[in-house]
């Protein structure tokens, strides 16, 4: 015995017509019709939703059964509907709406960009398609159901014990996974220690110039200011620092974004000391502190000094910043607020990407996954290095020690900093200058920011060639 179709969940048609129901007995049936056209031109019923009965539609709706097979019918000779005997009517497959397209505001590339160096980004192309399915396959056979209902707000403890145990061992963190809170990157968590510490009354928090742009914005989000500090060749000044009077300040002492230098050993234990007398807290991104080609990583600052030290840091460049998946370590004076925070923010990241990045973890996979990038992007960081030097010969390059990006400065005189970025734009070079992150234009030549961990060696070669014969160097 055959069964009837289901309905279409959307097929709740008559929520649609019911103002035309409701028109004078004589305009009723052009009302109807007129409505559902509208109603499918409009895609509100998308192609191939099933519409009720006639019968039932003309029931909800408190009109004649004629009515409504007469609006079916009319519109099944247009081309809106159309029906089969037993079959039902549905909207035809070939109605197109005429809404205008979705809008995409994610961050992309200008069309006509022949070489992007703009830095911040992983090669997505090295996601780890397989081990990833792999590991959500294992998750979805082996999650148990209850794991699907709200999760703790500060992770899964499977994903917790996983970070904690890896970031002991790749970061030196000293920590236990109560104190670990999953959060979506880098940006929920000081958006997080902001509102915390702005209802304790901290209204001015330190941040690194040149440094991240985003901090005027975030900072001002949560009712605060961010208070730009300047840096010197060991790190964060320290007498800067002391005079602003901020209790918090955000540092990556690891690798600086962008100039890539490591804090000293001395610089480090003197801002520590400064956060010990002023009772006050370092937020330490660890942004890329896996990615370091000359020698083993700088450890974190937070194994130094668990109680004032936030520590935070994300898959975003180890993996990729659409995971939205990162991390929040912060003393326990601060963890209970924090917590209700991240609560009452979104209730908690998703269980079942929390449960297969925990399981990546756990079967060895980040750790290849980890092994592969660092190949790749030091021969990436090698291949610029070559370029420069012959398409740019002269050119100072720093911060290549580590991370994904390098500091270019470009011999000669170039002229202003403005029409060199103008120049460059218009040959398809997308880059920033160290300017841009509210660093200050070097006066011996134009600092660039140079972006290659997601370009391949052969895009990276060509683009430094494109960039040379911009900025006119002979030969390029």
């Known amino acids: 015995m055959m069964s ?81 005997r037993g079959a039902g009517t549905w909207v035809g497959e070939a109605v197109r709406a005429a809404a205008p397209g979705v809008r995409d505001l994610a961050p992309r590339p200008f069309p006509d960009v022949r070489a992007d160096f703009v830095a911040g980004s992983p090669d997505l192309s090295l996601f780890p398609r397989s081990a990833w399915a792999a590991a ?138 400064w956060a010990r007398q002023a009772g006050g807290l370092v937020v330490e991104d660890d942004y890329d502190g896996d990615f370091r080609y000359d020698r083993a990583p700088v450890g974190a600052l937070q194994g130094l000094d668990p109680d004032h030290v936030a520590y935070t840091g994300s898959v975003s460049k180890s993996l990729a910043p659409g995971l939205r998946l990162g991390w929040l370590i912060v003393p326990d004076a601060l963890a209970e607020e924090i917590v209700a925070r991240k609560r009452y923010m979104d209730l908690g990241n998703p269980a079942l990407d929390q449960a297969v990045l925990a399981r990546f973890i756990e079967r060895g996979d980040h750790d290849r996954h980890l092994r592969r990038c660092q190949r790749a992007y030091k021969e990436r960081r090698d291949a610029l290095v070559a370029a420069l030097d012959a398409f740019l010969p002269g050119t100072e390059v720093s911060g290549i020690a580590a991370g994904l990006h390098a500091i270019a400065t470009l011999p000669g005189d170039h002229g202003p900093e403005d029409v060199l970025l103008a120049r460059l734009a218009a040959a398809g070079v997308a880059v920033r200058a160290l300017s841009h992150y509210r660093g200050v234009a070097d006066g011996d030549g134009v600092s660039l920011v140079l972006g290659y961990g997601h370009l391949t060696p052969t895009r990276i070669t060509e683009g430094v060639r494109l960039l040379a014969v911009a900025a006119g160097q002979r030969g390029a």
Do not use: K, M
């Open 4 to 84: 009837t179709p289901a309905p279409h969940p959307a097929s709740a048609a008559w929520e649609l017509l019911l103002p035309a129901a409701s028109a004078p007995s004589r305009a009723r049936g052009r009302s109807l019709q007129s409505a559902l056209r509208e109603a499918v031109r409009s895609g509100r019923l998308a192609p191939g939703t099933r519409l009720p009965s006639s019968r039932d539609l003309a029931g909800d709706l408190g009109v004649s059964r004629g009515l409504i097979t007469e609006a079916y019918e009319q519109l099944t000779a247009e081309g809106y509907l159309r029906s089969g």
């Open 136 to 273: 959500q396959r294992g998750v979805l056979a082996e999650l148990p159901h209850r794991s699907l209902g709200y999760p703790d707000p500060r992770g899964l403890p499977r994903l917790r014990t996983a970070l904690a145990e890896l970031l002991a061992r790749r970061r030196g963190v000293v920590t236990d996974p109560e104190r670990i809170i999953v959060c979506s990157g880098v940006t929920q968590a000081v958006t997080l220690l902001a509102a915390v510490l702005h209802a304790r009354g901290q209204h001015a928090f330190g941040v690194e110039g040149p440094g991240s742009p985003q901090y005027d914005d975030l900072f001002a989000a949560a009712g605060s200011r961010a208070v730009w500090l300047p840096l010197d060749d060991e790190g964060l000044a320290l007498g800067p620092l002391r005079a602003s009077g901020v209790r918090t300040v955000v540092t990556t002492p690891s690798h600086h974004f962008p100039t890539g230098i490591a804090y000293s050993a001395a610089r480090r234990a003197q801002l520590l000391d």
